[in-house]
């Protein structure tokens, strides 16, 4: 049986999923820094620069995650060996790691915390 024909598709989409990720982080950068130059000229410096960077940092992460998209792929369908699997676990560590960072750049927060609604009917105890 060939399996050269099956590889080369996976490693077409596994590709795909690459220039995908890259497209996003570069579109992504683009419509930042021209939302930063045209778009928000009434706003302060201050509130477009925060705004750039949260648009950035949005554009970064999501790339990243077709990025790690594709590595998976490639890991699990063509080169199942442990080395290819403590590699992809080094880089999915790395690139988690990233994603973390510029969450918490963008939202001010770590990604698992979530803002609580107020309990309607319950008061808070004083101290």
């Known amino acids: 049986m060939n399996l050269a024909a099956p590889h080369a598709a996976i490693e077409l989409i596994v590709v795909g999923f690459e220039l995908v990720g890259v497209a996003v982080i570069t579109l992504g950068s683009v419509l930042a820094c021209g939302r930063f130059v045209v778009i928000k000229k009434a706003l302060g410096y201050t509130a477009r620069y925060r705004s750039l960077r949260q648009e950035l940092g949005g554009a970064i992460v999501l790339g990243l995650e077709f990025l790690v998209a594709g590595d998976i792929i490639r890991t699990v369908a063509i080169d199942p060996t442990l080395r290819g699997v403590a590699v992809l676990g080094l880089i ?36």
């Open 92 to 127: 999915v560590l790395i690139r988690t790691l990233l994603s973390v960072a510029l969450q918490i750049e963008i939202e001010g927060r770590w990604p698992w915390q979530r803002c609580r609604p107020a309990e309607s009917g319950r008061t808070r105890p004083s101290d």
